[in-house]
């Protein structure tokens, strides 16, 4: 059995607890996940953060693994940086023309 694009999104104006309340959220995932019988990959699970300012202290650790941070993504079709200027979208939605 396996399940397939987990997210999970989290605000906060304070970039220290906002990486509290990730690694908090993700482990509690993770408990999650290993309680139903399920895993969380770590070679392919990543996070983005969206702000515009590029200096934050977000870092995401589960099980003593850092966890990939990118800087774009893709959710239900669309293309994220990660600062939601939607350059990347709107060049690979012109390429498909």
């Known amino acids: ?3 397939d694009d987990t997210n999970l999104f989290l ?3 304070d970039a220290n607890y906002l990486n509290i309340k990730a690694n908090t959220n993700l482990k509690e995932l993770n408990t999650w996940f290993e309680f139903n019988k399920l895993s969380l990959n770590t070679d392919k699970t990543c996070y983005i953060v969206f702000s515009s300012s590029p200096n934050n202290c977000i870092k995401l650790v589960l099980n003593d693994i850092d966890i990939q941070k990118v800087h774009m993504c893709k959710y ?5 940086d990660d600062q939601l200027t939607w350059r ?3 060049d690979y939605v012109y390429c498909l023309q």
């Not at 239900?76 to 994220?80: P, R, S, T």
């Open 1 to 3: 059995m396996y399940a």
């Open 76 to 80: 239900l079709g669309l293309h994220f």
């Open 11 to 13: 605000f906060d104006t």
């Open 88 to 90: 990347f979208h709107i």
